[in-house]
């Protein structure tokens, strides 16, 4: 099944590993989807951590994925495989990549996209797969299972990941602390619904989360010294999910409280995942979370948009670490 499209697109490629001025536009040939893909004419694509590392070379594509950036993108099918059923030409989706969102087209695994939302532009679509397919694979499937009434602590509340993790942590009804700063971070956060918003600049995260009897799941993007500290931090059985090491993955430590408190630490990165449970999280966020996208329960977090042409300027406001919320190209 296909409809009317161009041989060529225009695409951001990396010309060397590097800095954000390394993202150059440059001319591609549509890709043509295998018999399990969708073809997806793209209206807009997000900007997440993983873009940046890959960009600076230290995250390599899987083996047989196109070198472009862009993990989740929304736009219109205009083809599809022929194994391909539950899609049709012309229907608005959204959903997971392994690569090539910075681009007008995209072919992908179609049992990885989901429809788009009820009231929601394809902006606010694109907005959501990466951050909800980890956080929901992390915190609800697997040795992680986050409970109603259990003390959640979300570092960067304000981030994506972070406020992805806030709103999920809130509708499925547990008590969510969050770590952020400055001021307009920490408002950003309870905007989402965080309980208690702790400026890790002028307080002590371990000491208010203890005092509250400590927290049963924490998720974690920052590493470096708050390893050590979130083990402060957690409830005896609780579990540390670490999604990313913003101040570092080396540091030297006493893992003796692990064994003593009965700790699960964890953490996992999704994009080399099979891809038989990306779909099973697909299925899952239809089913649990999406009603609650649509209901207006749980909402986009779009702060930035910008063309797919600035990609670079908006990795460059990314590394800045003076955003909120999520960063996305426009792209047709």
């Excluded at 899987?62 to 495989?81: F, I, N, Q, R, S």
């Excluded at 956080?135 to 697997?142: L, Y």
């Excluded at 990313?244 to 030297?252: H, M, V, Y």
């Excluded at 910008?306 to 190209?329: D, P, V, Y």
């Amino acid at each position: 099944m296909t409809t009317n499209i161009p041989s060529s697109m225009t695409a951001i490629e990396i010309s060397e590993p590097g800095k954000p001025n390394v993202l150059k536009p440059s001319n591609r040939k549509v890709p043509e989807p295998k018999e399990h893909e969708i073809l997806i004419k793209i209206a807009a694509a997000g900007v997440n951590g993983p873009d940046l590392v890959q960009r600076r070379g230290h995250y390599p594509p899987p083996k047989g994925a196109t070198d472009l950036l862009g993990l989740e993108v929304a736009g219109e099918v205009v083809a599809a495989g022929k194994n391909v059923t539950q899609w049709t030409i012309g229907d608005q989706v959204c959903g997971l990549t392994n690569g090539g969102g910075y681009a007008q087209y995209v072919a992908a695994d179609a049992t990885h996209f989901l429809p788009v939302p009820q009231k929601l532009d394809l902006v606010e679509a694109a907005s959501l797969p990466e951050t909800f397919f980890t956080v929901w694979s992390n915190i609800f499937m697997g040795s992680v299972d986050l409970r109603p009434n259990d003390l959640f602590l979300v570092h960067g509340g304000s981030g994506g990941i972070g406020a992805t993790a806030v709103q999920l942590g809130k509708a499925f009804g547990a008590t969510v602390y969050t770590t952020d700063s400055p001021d307009d971070r920490c408002s950003f956060a309870a905007e989402f619904g965080a309980d208690k918003v702790i400026d890790y600049k002028n307080q002590d995260f371990v000491e208010i989360v203890r005092e509250a009897g400590g927290a049963d799941v924490i998720l974690d993007t920052v590493g470096g010294p708050y390893i050590e500290r979130n083990i402060k931090a957690a409830k005896h059985e609780g579990a540390i999910v670490q999604l990313a090491f913003n101040l570092g993955s080396k540091i030297e430590i006493n893992l003796m409280p692990i064994m003593l408190k009965r700790l699960v630490y964890t953490g996992s990165t999704l994009r080399s995942r099979p891809e038989v449970f990306k779909a099973e999280i697909a299925k899952q966020l239809l089913e649990k979370v999406w009603p609650k996208i649509n209901d207006g329960t749980i909402k986009p977090m779009v702060r930035q948009i910008m063309s797919l042409e600035r990609a670079a300027e908006a990795h460059s406001l990314m590394e800045s670490a003076t955003h909120i919320g999520k960063i996305m190209l426009k792209v047709n």
